[in-house]
């Protein structure tokens, strides 16, 4: 049989239990403004964020070259237009790319919708000076048909879009990247630089033809420089690919035998430099 309570401990129950439902009640209230906290720190952040175009830019599978370029060329993009947020991605090249692009998982469009009128404009103003070039140069033989229509989808339009890439876009974007936090004052100097490594990737690519290892890369280079010369003033890759394909492209019509922008020419005598061609104006390759 138990005993009389002690009044006293039934007190410090009573309180502990208050205290308790004190506690529990509290706690929505603490949830409450924390969260209301937390909301003011980063509603701004989500705001901004999402003011901006975000691009996912498919690369290549990691080690590579693309995805450093990718990296760069992200980094460049994100520190001088604050509307954009380029964000690379790595992939199993472009077997993946494709498919990715058609499901929506990679973002095309906007990357080249870029300053893409000072693109175009640049790539136009290029394309000019080139295809007369082109035209100063003899003429040759040229495929009919079926034939010429390959020719001109790739050797044209194929060759003419990787060799922007390759000597015009990468090294400048590269360049760029290492460089992208300087400010107004050195932009002039940096764009400089990024022309110099293109002409220097430009040469060594060059210089793996035969009938190149003459004075005859020095209007290859010439041609290159305003390609990429086209591309720093627009800030947009279609300004080298629309200017180099077109190039090509015109090449092709013109006839690849006697054009310098096709190489390579095994036919072609290469004793001198310079023999058997038009030295009448500069050309590009």
């Known amino acids: 049989m138990a005993g009389p309570r002690d009044p006293h401990l039934l007190d410090r129950q009573k309180q502990q239990k208050n205290t308790e439902t004190e506690r529990h ?8 403004l924390l969260l209301a906290s937390c909301g003011a720190a980063i509603v701004p952040g989500v705001a901004s964020a999402q003011d901006k175009t975000v691009v996912v830019l498919g690369t290549a599978t990691p080690g590579g070259g693309f995805p450093v370029y990718g990296q760069a060329y992200a980094e460049t993009l994100n520190a001088t237009d604050p509307t954009l947020s380029i964000q690379p991605k790595n992939t199993k090249g472009s077997t993946d ?8 998982q990679l973002d095309l469009e906007a990357l080249f919708a870029h300053n ?8 136009t103003l290029a394309t000019a000076f080139l295809v007369l070039n082109v035209l100063s140069q003899p003429a040759s033989a040229r495929s009919a048909g079926a034939a010429l229509l390959l020719d001109v989808a790739w050797v044209g339009v194929g060759y003419g879009i990787m060799d922007a890439l390759l000597l015009n876009v990468m090294p400048v974007v590269a360049v760029w990247g290492v460089f992208s936090g300087a400010g107004w004052q050195g932009k002039l100097a940096i764009g400089a630089l990024a022309l110099l490594a293109s002409l220097l990737v430009t040469l060594l690519y060059h210089l793996g033809y035969g009938e190149f290892r003459n004075r005859k890369v020095l209007l290859v280079l010439v041609g290159n420089a305003v390609i990429t010369l086209a591309f720093l003033a627009s800030g947009n890759p279609l300004a080298a690919i629309v200017s180099h394909a077109a190039m090509h492209v015109a090449a092709v019509f013109r006839g690849p035998e006697t054009m310098l922008q096709l190489p390579p020419h095994y036919g072609a005598p290469r004793s001198r430099a310079g023999e058997g061609l038009s030295p009448s104006a500069p050309r590009a390759s």
């Open 97 to 104: 790319n494709l498919p990715q692009l058609e499901a929506g």
């Open 116 to 123: 893409w009128h000072w693109g175009l404009l640049c790539g």
């Open 25 to 32: 009640a509290m706690r929505p209230i603490r949830r409450s």
